[in-house]
């Protein structure tokens, strides 16, 4: 079993939809949650990250995080084309300390279609 | 903004060859490491370094090595480059710290290996 899992897509959304992105996770004592973008043929950079349960919202950007089931989403409203990029979820585990040591998904591509 | 700068984009090398990929930030962080991104396989840590001259082995680390002589510099060493080593490779940075932080990609080095 994956240790953080994401749906590969593409999900494809029109333009002015919202987005969810969706990831679980298999360490429960994770604490602390990434999603990181990434345009093809660069390097991923971060949107948001989160570490309590509930959401967290900035921008258009919402991410939420339910730790009794495991799994982390991100929200994207009013998609936009420039939107389109793969999404990765980063989860640091709880044997990981304070040394980062996240633990990616394998990401989903986003297509936003005008 | 934090500034993670991988000296090499783009390498081609011969089977057997020794391949150094260089990684400097200007950020004073404690933390770096060393990811390779495949297709499919999203980011799999190699080697992290929390310290000068300290390093410790990721998921990955077979074929590979690393050395941290200055705080701001993290190299990875292939001894002998083969050509299943062919890939993209990510360097990070992140401040140690009792949460989590966000981890700080350059901009990545596209290694092939013929």
């Known amino acids: 079993q994956k240790e953080v899992e994401q749906n590969s897509g593409p999900l494809s959304v029109p333009e002015g939809a919202i987005a969810s992105l969706n990831c679980t996770y298999s360490d429960r004592g994770s604490q602390s949650f990434f999603w990181y973008r990434q345009y093809s043929g660069k390097s991923p950079e971060l949107i948001m990250f989160?570490?309590?349960?509930g959401d967290k919202e900035d921008g258009r950007f919402t991410a939420q995080l339910n730790k009794a089931s495991q799994y982390v989403s991100l929200l994207i409203r009013d998609s936009q084309p420039s939107d389109s990029a793969t999404y990765l979820c980063a989860v640091a585990p709880s044997f990981s300390g304070g040394y980062n040591k996240l633990i990616f998904g394998a990401g989903t591509r986003l297509a936003v279609h005008p | 903004d934090v500034k993670v700068t991988q000296s090499s984009r783009y390498l081609v090398k011969r089977t057997g060859e020794k391949v150094f990929l260089e990684c400097v930030q200007d950020m004073d962080h404690e933390n770096m490491f060393w990811y390779r991104q495949d297709p499919g396989l999203g980011l799999r840590l190699i080697y992290f370094s929390y310290d000068v001259k300290m390093k410790e082995k990721g998921d990955i680390p077979e074929g590979y090595s690393v050395s941290r002589e200055k705080k701001e510099r993290f190299s990875l060493i292939l001894e002998s480059a083969s050509t299943n080593q062919t890939s993209m490779y990510l360097c990070a940075s992140s401040l140690l710290t009792d949460s989590g932080n966000t981890i700080y990609f350059g901009e990545g080095s596209w290694l092939t290996v013929v």
């Open positions: 989160i570490y309590s349960n």
